[in-house]
């Protein structure tokens, strides 16, 4: 990335983004205060929700809710048409952003294509909705542990349905954050924003054809990988790799993702939930050896998501992501984003940034020709080499670029670099066979294998 | 501080609970702090299919130690057993003296040992539940990894590397 493309990613503010965050905004108060007691100013806020997308096919669906809502009628019907208006309004917001992003950058990109819909319904996903409509209910503010527990069976169900993991990582990781801060009344601040996208979010899936199927194109090709975005909560784990895909037949070479997920508990952390995904050796071993990899006839989403099957990829040469970077990154054809996931916080679209200087302050940021981005130095996973000190003295990061509380931020997955006068290239990746930094292998060697000490206590209990 | 509180309010990423320390997981495998009560379950030493369910009540600090079946700990007489001081170390390695200390109710002084100063006395409460939320706990890593993207994950972003 070059200091006159973030000069155009950053520098003129988008039309229309902040006026409707502030919208945004306005509902995320009426919902932190419940829905059922919103009084006038809150009532407009939904009234100018509603408003705003009445231009859209949504128009009178959310016009009406937000009049029943005001007038006390808090159901289901009315709640979800409130919260997909709401999403509606972030996804214009997203897409304005990855406009930007993709102009700034030369870019080009894929155009959705609407896979055949399977809208399922089941028991299960009436019952979260019947959850998160007491949410909405009661408000972030009214949150008690009775409400929260509310949701234990419902979660026990879901999380053995294969199915709908992705729902139940979501609802367990929302619901874990409201436990933790019972009672909600004594928290000084809340999460607005943050908790009424996960609750949004829940709300969506919950509907019919909410959890896109969609099997996918197989494609077979080499797969160079960038670098891998890893995400945690207190039971879930992801890596998620970025990689450029070269098509066997000749074609045009894209950008996509792959993604191994595993449930966890709190306790495995650090370098320790590699370990959770060793269901995917040829992967974690590309990773750990910076390989290529060769992949027949795995399925590709439209949204860029590449099924991983690890049975269908052999370990390639080995490729240094930063040449990836330098000589395919700019020419890939990267992926549309699917409709319903579309929200600023999906936008991890990476780069290359090479040449800056990282002046001292108290927030990171590298300067590129007089240009700065806000390093996010807050997403350096504990299981990987990165830190601070590493990226601060780096000259070359593949990262993210990413979007949040109304800036770009860059989230570090690669640097190379000087620290203390030594040579240091650092990879999210490197430690998914291990941790092959002596100090952090000792530290790990003295607690023990947590996954091992959990297993054996499973094994013994859990089966009698 | 109002412009950073609301800065705070307007990050869909932020981070609302800390991830846990490593400690090691073999002599307690499983304690949190949940129903007013610090509460796990403790390994015997000397049985390896026996567990101890040890809890302090927050506010009282009256305590239990069972076993799995429900039968009570040989070493409760007089004072806290073994596995309650196990549970509470444990405790404070893993969330940190402050925060166990602020939910039992102690005020306690620098360098002093938290299980020191419960002393409430035995009071008999059902192991059963959280011998139960423990096998749930273990239950997570029973299930199989999946290669399903999960786009929510985006505002779970894995975090905690320090130097």
């Not at chain 1, 949150?143 to 609802?171: C, F, G, K, N, Y």
């Not at chain 1, 979010?201 to 160079?224: I, Y």
Request: glycine fraction near 10%; charged fraction near 20%.
């Amino acid at each position: 990335m070059l200091s006159v493309q973030l000069a155009e990613l950053a520098d003129q503010p988008l039309p229309g983004v902040g006026e409707a965050l502030d919208l945004v905004t306005g509902f995320d108060e009426a919902l932190t205060n419940g829905l059922a007691r919103l009084g006038e100013e809150r009532a407009s806020a939904l009234t100018d929700l509603a408003g705003a997308v009445a231009a859209t096919p949504l128009g009178d669906r959310v016009g009406e809710a937000a009049a029943k809502v005001a007038a006390g009628s808090v159901s289901e019907e009315n709640v979800t048409a409130l919260a997909g208006g709401r999403t509606a309004l972030l996804g214009a917001v997203h897409d304005a952003l990855l406009g930007r992003l993709d102009a700034a950058l030369g870019r080009e990109r894929d155009s959705w294509a609407e896979p055949p819909a399977a809208g399922t319904t089941d028991n299960l996903l009436s019952g979260c909705r019947s959850w998160l409509n007491e949410l909405a209910i009661t408000g972030w503010r009214g949150v008690d542990h009775d409400l929260v527990s509310a949701v234990s069976q419902t979660m026990e169900a879901l999380l053995s349905e294969p199915r709908l993991r992705r729902l139940a990582v979501l609802i367990d990781g929302l619901a874990g954050e409201l436990r933790a801060s019972c009672p909600v009344a004594t928290m000084e601040v809340v999460p607005a924003r943050r908790w009424a996208d996960l609750w949004a979010r829940a709300l969506m899936l919950t509907q019919a054809g909410g959890l896109p199927a969609g099997s996918g194109q197989p494609v077979s090709g080499r797969l160079l990988v960038l670098g891998v975005d890893v995400h945690e909560h207190a039971t879930a784990v992801q890596a998620q790799v970025h990689a450029i895909l070269e098509p066997a037949d000749g074609g045009q070479s894209r950008l996509v993702r792959t993604s191994v997920a595993a449930t966890k508990v709190d306790t495995i952390v650090g370098s320790a939930v590699w370990r959770l995904l060793t269901g995917a050796p040829v992967l974690l071993n590309a990773l750990a050896e910076h390989r290529s990899l060769d992949i027949k006839d795995m399925p590709l989403l439209g949204g860029g998501d590449l099924i991983w099957h690890d049975d269908r990829a052999t370990a390639g040469k080995p490729a240094d992501p930063f040449t990836t970077a330098r000589v395919q990154l700019g020419s890939a054809l990267a992926p549309a984003a699917p409709p319903l996931e579309r929200h600023p916080v999906r936008l991890a679209e990476p780069v290359l940034v090479e040449g800056y200087s990282v002046p001292k302050g108290d927030e990171m940021v590298f300067d590129l020709g007089g240009k700065t981005i806000t390093v996010d130095t807050g997403r350096l996973p504990s299981c990987g080499p990165l830190t601070p000190a590493i990226v601060r003295g780096s000259e070359s990061c593949i990262g993210l670029l990413r979007w949040d509380a109304g800036r770009w931020l860059l989230q570090p997955l690669a640097v190379q670099g000087t620290v203390k006068k030594l040579p240091v290239t650092a990879h999210n990746g490197d430690w998914a066979q291990g941790p092959t930094d002596p100090k952090i292998a000792k530290a790990e060697a003295r607690n023990g294998d947590a996954v091992a000490v959990l297993r054996e206590r499973a094994g013994r209990l859990l089966r009698k | 501080m109002t412009a950073d509180r609301t800065a705070w309010e307007q990050h869909s990423v932020a981070r609302v609970v800390s991830p846990v320390r490593p400690r090691k997981l073999a002599k307690v495998p499983f304690v949190e702090m949940a129903d007013g009560r610090l509460q796990g379950v403790v390994s015997s030493g000397s049985d390896i299919s026996r567990v101890y369910v040890s809890s302090v009540t927050a506010g009282t600090h009256t305590y239990n130690c069972s076993t799995n079946n429900n039968r009570p700990c040989g070493g409760l007489y007089g004072d806290m057993c073994k596995h309650l001081r196990s549970l509470v170390d444990e405790a404070v390695l893993q969330y940190g003296q402050d925060r166990v200390a602020g939910y039992l109710r102690v005020e306690l002084a620098e360098g002093e040992r938290l299980s020191y100063h419960l002393n409430g006395g035995v009071e008999r409460t059902q192991g059963a539940a959280v011998f139960s939320r423990f096998l749930s706990h273990l239950a997570y890593l029973e299930l199989p990894m999946t290669t399903e993207p999960i786009a929510e994950l985006h505002w779970f972003p894995s975090t905690g590397a320090v130097g």
